[in-house]
């Protein structure tokens, strides 16, 4: 701009004046957050409207320096724009954005400045007439729009997730990259979301798209891909224009390997599951966080409680039996979370059948990284039937010491009745079989016949008899057997046999033959 020094001069001035018809330019720049300044180098005069005066923060009556502006830009912002001391030299190219502070109000502005410079004839800077603008709003809103932008292209190269729009029928229009073997031309505006997955997951798309497009709201999917052989999970988003949902944005990621480990954990804790119900084992576990307790399927069985309960310490109480319940509290109040706790065995009651049952109980801290005890876990073990076999193998010593007691008995009565019976035949050959006394011998002889037929059944008793077959009636047997059994049984109950007659004879060791007749019976 061609401009004398008067001239500059004058129209400078008029911009600190305070002629009232300037009043609807001031209110002009007010609302539109604008103001204007003069600059005369001779001088070095600088003068703001009202408009710009509230704008880089100054009260209408401050004094207006290059100095006392400059000292309102920060410092992080002076480098960029070099200074007065560079202008008097060479001006920057207009415009040029600035951050402005004012301490008394404790706010910021950002200001675009331009300008126009005024030349005398021969080409000397007389000043600069220009403009401030406040661009403040402008400028977050470009940021927060960069920031998104770099947002989305983070997003777009995202190596692991799959980044795409689709349209309302599940269309491609953008996507970030494709699978292998799979071509980006071959996708935009050709190919589809069914088009990849198997037939079984295609209402479960439709539902998603739909709620999507017709309600705005988000979704999700899991689905299969027969192509790719691999599972995809996909969460998807209304892109929204002009109020109406015009795509929906959809990050898909492959699953395949969660969806394996998760089939294998699956698989290892039904493996489990069943192990422990093999062995009769289960397993607890109590937090020290809030003294939550869980169990395993086996507990629950053991305890006979429904698995719909939630466990706590207060139901291990309940189920523990009455007898043993004061020991256990001590047990678990000395050692929960504290030390290993040594196996402990006890009786419960379960709590569906109301049987008594006989478990051990074993079990460890758990640790955090740190050393801390985070909580406790421990396994239970019904050992029942041990203890019935512990209790059917001591009754069984105690018969072996009893039949070995009985066999020493027999054996030694047995030397007696040999004596008795062997003096009973020779005394029947001398006396006359008309003599009162034979009868008494023979008495005597049958007597001893009986007792020695006991003694065989003790021998039996003791496994110490000697085996001895030869022929004979089982008839015969069974009835000696029965003779044995009759005196035993009492008075209310009746002893018949149904022998069938015409049985043949057998080759067998009698005393064995009437042992196993004893325990048929």
Known sequence: MAADGATLSRLIAQLG???PGDEILRRVERAGGTGTFGWEAA????????????LVGLTPSAATTID????RVPTSERERLGGPGEWKRSLPAPPIELHIEDPSRGTARQLQVDWEEARGADGALLGVLGTIVDVTDRSMLRQALSESQALWRSIGMNPIDFVSLVDQRGVWRWVNHTAPGIRREDLIGKASIFDLIGPEHHAEVRTALARCFDSGLPAYFEAYSPDLDAWFSSALGAVVHDGRTTLVSMVTRNITEAKRTMAELRHRERMLARAQRIAGVGSWQWRAKDGAVEWSAEMYRICGVDPAV????????DVCHPEDLARMRAVWELTLGKTPLARQEYRIRRVSDGTTRYVLTTGEPSLDGEGVVVGYLGTTLDVTERREL????AQSRKLEAVGRLAGGIAHDFNNVLTAILGNAELAAQEIPRASPAAASIEVIRQAGERASSLTRQLLAFARRQIIAPRICSPNALIESVAALFRPLLGDAIRLELALPPGVGRIRVDVGQFEQLLTNLA
Do not use: K, M
């Open 310 to 317: 939630t466990p706590t310490v207060q139901l291990f109480h």
């Open 390 to 393: 512990e209790a059917d193998l």
């Open 43 to 54: 001088r070095q005069r600088i003068e703001l409207s009202a408009g710009a005066r509230e």
């Open 68 to 71: 006392s502006l400059w000292a």
């Open 17 to 19: 004046g305070a002629d």
